[in-house]
């Protein structure tokens, strides 16, 4: 079981940027590949970044690529995601989710844990 608790999340005027974070608990944090993925309301839950365990590979959405960086700390069970250049159309609740330590993949249902999300919310 890991246990999954997003941070870093709230209001900021389109151009600004926030980090997010992601602190893990349960087992070892570099046996799984990490992902970030958001949802709008009355959309689907949509990609944002993924990682792999040991953080030498990173996927993005074409949407997300330039803006949006995902790393993580083994070291200190935690994964990020630094958004730049936020737009009103990036205000969603994210979350991030823990899945296959070496394939990074776009798919929620590739993501076995998940935590309760943060609400970014981008003012225009």
């Known amino acids: 079981q890991v246990q999954l608790v997003e941070s870093g999340g709230g209001l900021v005027q389109a151009g600004g940027s926030l980090r997010l974070s992601c602190a893990a608990s349960g087992r070892t944090f570099s046996n799984y590949g990490m992902g970030w993925f958001r949802q709008a309301p009355g959309k689907e839950r949509e990609f944002v970044a993924a990682?792999?365990?040991?953080?030498?590979?990173?996927l993005y959405p074409d949407s997300a690529k330039g803006r949006f960086t995902i790393s993580r700390e083994n070291a200190k069970n935690t994964v990020y995601l630094q958004m730049n250049g936020l737009k009103p159309e990036d205000t969603a609740v994210f979350y991030c989710?823990?899945?296959?330590?070496?394939?990074?993949?776009?798919?929620?249902?590739?993501?076995?844990?998940w935590g309760q999300g943060t609400q970014v919310t981008v003012s225009s």
């Open positions: 989710a823990a899945g296959s330590s070496v394939v990074l993949s776009r798919t929620p249902g590739e993501y076995r844990y």
């Open positions: 990682i792999t365990g040991s953080g030498r590979s990173t």
